[in-house]
Every structure is written in C-alpha cells, then in structure tokens.
C-alpha cells in the first residue's frame, strides 16, 4: 500500500487515536484536545529528528532512505495538524462535542499521510476521498449555517473531480495494466506508445486540479474557508486542499516528466490554469472586505504559482513547486490562525470594522507582518526564495511570458495583503479595536512558532535546497 512501510505508523498511529477518543474523554471532555496534542507533537518530533538529525545535516541528506518528498509532506501534516490542535485547545474551549472534533482532524491526518506515502493512484484516490468526507464533517463543526452551506458547496462542486479521477483510473488500467507510479514512469520514459496513458494520467491531473482550487475550478473555496469554524479554515487552507490536491497535481507532473516535451498540452493546459490563477486570485482578493474571504482568494492565487511551476515541469521548477507549497502552508497557517485570534477579539471578520488593532493586539500584528511579506516574496524570508526559484525556472526554461507576469503579480500580492494590513491594525481605531485585547498568549504560541519558521527556513534556505536536491531532485527527477 505505501512506498515505504517504516512511514506506516505516521498513518496509523493518529487513526488509532481518533478511533480511542470518544471512549477516553468521555467523562473528561478536555482531555481530548491534550491527548491529540501529545499523539501530534509525538509525531512530528520523531519525524523531525528524521529530517534534522546530525548526522542527516553532516551527510547533506544522503543517508534518508525514504522518498523526500513525502517525509516532507508528513513533516508538514503533522506541524500545520498541531499548530491547529494546540489553538483550538483554548479556541474551541467549553464548546460540545470537542472529542470528534478532533476524532476528525486525526483521522484527516491519517488519511493525509496515507496519500502522500502511497505508491499508486488507486490507493491515493481512496485516501483523497476519506479526507474529503472527514474535512466536509469538519466544516460543519461550529453548527452554523453557513457552515453547513460552505460543506455542501464543498462535496458537491468537488464530486466531479471523483468522477474524472475514477474515469482515469479505469483507463489508465485499460491501457497500461498497471496504476504503480513506478511502473507508469517507466512505462512513459522508456518511449513506448503511451499517448492513451497520458491521456488517462491527464484526466486524473485535471480531477485533481479541481480539487486544489485552481481557476476556472475555484466556485467551492472561498465559500468553505469562509463558512467553517476559523481553526478549521486555517486547516483546510494550509494542508488539507495543498495534499488532496496539489501534491498529486506534483506527482504527477514528476511522473510525465513534462520537461522531456512528452506531453507537452498537459503541460501548456497546466501553466494556463496556474497563470490564471495567480491573476484571478489576486485581483479577487483586491477587492474583499471579509479577511478569510480575501485570505481564500489569495490561497487560490499562491496556489497558481505551484501549478505553473508544475506545469512547467523542469527539475528546478518542481524544486520550486515543493518549496512553495512548504512556504504557502506555513504563512497561510498563520494568516488564518492570526483571522481567528481577531475574529475572537473583536467578534468581526469585516476588515471595515477591525481598524486599528495594531495597539490591541501587537503581537498578531507582527506575526502578519512576517507571513504576509512571505506570501509576497519579500527577502530573505522563505517565500523569497520558493518564488525566486520558480521565477528563475521559468525564465531558463524559455517561458519568459509566464516569468514576467509572475513576477509583477508578486507585487499585486505585496499590495493586497499592506492594504490588509493597514485597513485592520494601521487603519483608524473603531468601536471594536477599542474593546479589543491580544490574543490568549496560548493563541499566539503556534502563530509565532510558525512564524520564527518563516525566518529560519529563508535564513537557512541552503540546507533546504540542498534536502530538495539530494532527496527529490537526484531520486525521484533525474
């Protein structure tokens, strides 16, 4: 079932947790949110010291067995699913029903590491899935209608996308035999007839790029972000839509090796729809006066940059596409934790009604400062150099009349999140800003953790390249 079974208890391990909550808290409440805390925490320490050990640094890498890629992403689960746990702790405190809150969110985890560990498009398909019906409960947890709207719009407007994945499914093992990522690789790069393989592996593409929220296929974000409880926005937007969509939309990308020209309309197809999502994205956040829905549309535009660069397909733009999706997660995780802190506050999400909240609340100010110049692509933070990357890939793979615009809409990012900014903590105090005080400091130890990460990860963005090389490029691309 998996790529490598040593990762089996990354999946296991949360499942096994989710299933033991209802019965153990069921007299302690409370005691829900700690024991997926711990079981979270557990988890990413042991994956970190995977990544991070001495003697993985003194190797540059070389010694990790496992696929890079997907060490990476669990990392990254598994960080995002504690940031979100830890502040729903007090977030969500003395509300109903927290044990299968967070039942959900580990099984969402398990379901997240079982795709990106899997080795064949069947299995991941049916892991998509079980995300997708744990993260529709998700959305409805605070009960409200909108809530329930923004679940719908949710199962239904992405059930096409099972359709066109089962459809390519089917003909992918009419035409070739075979779902392995291994065996279809080979099957592409040995240079047999595979124009029915592209083909079917070029309709699961486009089921998942239904599922990443890419333009035209972006109806049902904006309306699920906005109409889900605030830590379960932060979720979806972070980790679960970048890993039941836009990791496969890299895979496969990796498995057609577009920079060979062996299927060159996907690839053209593909960088269109990140073009037109970078552009879309960031004029509709322009024009937003509710913060998550600005923060979502802005979620759509970061996400273009992946798909363009996966379009693209070179070694360095894939490189490119891995980082940022990494860096996209991570700022995207603090905007949406730093909207709930406000939200808390102030009792608005109307950035008309959130100014001057700078005094306030200082510390979700400076916390938003350091994401939103990440999401912009300012130095040296880590958006920089995922950015600078797939700008670079672009123009030395001769697609200079992407890398321009791209470039340019870093600018349009820059605009719309200063305006954010100023409208809610530099704009003239209001009625709200005025009762208003900083978040529980409990609240705030995610957003400045993952905040201290932004910095770490652009300040020491050497040993991060080299990871990229040494794990993804040298094994999985060359």
Same mark, same amino acid.
């Given at each position: ?7 089996? =208890?990354? #999946? ?24 997926? +805390?711990?079981?979270?925490? $557990? ?11 001495? $003697?993985? #640094? ?35 405190? /003395? ?8 039942? #959900? ?9 079982? @795709?990106?560990?899997? /080795? ?24 409200? =209608? ?29 035409? !070739? ?18 124009? @029915?393989?592209?083909? !079917? ?32 926005? *932060? ?12 990791? =496969? ?32 994205? @960031? ?12 923060? $979502? ?19 360095? *733009?894939?490189? /490119? ?7 996209? @997660?991570?700022? +995207? ?6 909207? *709930? ?61 992407? =890398? ?6 870093? #600018? ?29 400091? $409990? ?14 990860? /652009? ?20």
């Amino acid at each position: 079932m998996t790529s490598d079974t040593g990762l089996l =208890a990354y #999946l296991l391990i949360p499942l096994f947790t989710a299933v033991l909550l209802p019965f153990v808290a069921r007299r302690r409440p409370g005691f829900s949110a700690s024991l997926a +805390n711990v079981t979270l925490l $557990a988890g990413l320490l042991n994956i970190g010291y995977a990544l991070l050990n001495p $003697a993985s #640094l003194a190797a540059s890498f070389a010694d990790i067995k496992e696929d890079g890629f997907s060490l990476l992403m669990i990392f990254l689960i598994y960080l995002v699913a504690l940031a979100v746990t830890f502040f729903s702790a007090w977030y969500l405190e /003395g509300r109903p029903n927290r044990a299968a809150y967070y039942s #959900l969110i580990l099984t969402s985890v398990s379901a997240m590491c079982g @795709a990106v560990t899997t /080795g064949d498009f069947f299995t991941l398909y049916i892991f998509v899935e079980a995300l997708a019906l744990t993260c529709a409960a998700l959305i409805t947890a605070d009960d409200s =209608a909108a809530g329930l709207e923004g679940a719908l719009k949710y199962f239904l407007l992405t059930w096409p996308a099972s359709l066109l994945i089962l459809f390519g499914i089917a003909f992918l093992l009419l035409t !070739a035999g075979t779902l392995s990522f291994e065996n279809l690789k080979a099957i592409i790069a040995s240079g047999r007839p595979a124009g @029915a393989v592209v083909f !079917a592996v070029s309709l699961i593409l486009l089921g998942f790029l239904v599922k990443s929220g890419v333009v035209p296929f972006h109806a049902w974000l904006p309306d699920a972000y906005q109409g889900a409880c605030a830590p379960v926005s *932060a979720y979806l937007a972070a980790v679960v839509t970048n890993i039941s969509g836009v990791y =496969a939309v890299i895979r496969i990308a990796m498995l057609l090796r577009l920079f060979e020209i062996k299927s060159y309309h996907t690839s053209g197809l593909l960088m269109f729809a990140g073009m037109l999502s970078i552009m879309v994205g @960031a004029l509709a956040a322009l024009r937003q006066k509710e913060f998550k829905r600005m923060l $979502a549309f802005s979620s759509i535009s970061q996400t273009g940059y992946i798909a363009l660069a996966a379009g693209l397909g070179t070694p360095l *733009a894939i490189l /490119g596409a891995v980082f940022h999706l990494v860096n996209h @997660a991570v700022f +995207n995780t603090v905007l949406f934790l730093n909207s *709930a802190g406000l939200e808390k506050a102030a009792g608005a999400g109307d950035m008309r009604r959130l100014g001057g909240m700078e005094h306030a609340m200082p510390w979700t100010s400076w916390t938003s400062i350091i994401a939103l110049m990440s999401a912009a692509g300012i130095p040296p933070l880590a958006g920089f150099w995922s950015k600078l990357i797939i700008i670079l890939a672009l123009w030395d793979g001769g697609a200079k009349v992407y =890398a321009v615009p791209a470039l340019l809409f870093s #600018l349009v990012t820059l605009a719309y999140l200063l305006a954010m900014q100023k409208k809610i903590f530099f704009g003239k105090a209001t009625e709200a800003s005025a009762a208003s005080r900083e978040a529980r400091p $409990a609240l705030l130890v995610p957003v400045a953790a993952l905040s201290v990460l932004i910095i770490a990860l /652009g300040a020491f963005f050497p040993y991060v390249f080299s990871y990229l090389l040494e794990t993804i490029a040298a094994r999985i691309l060359l």
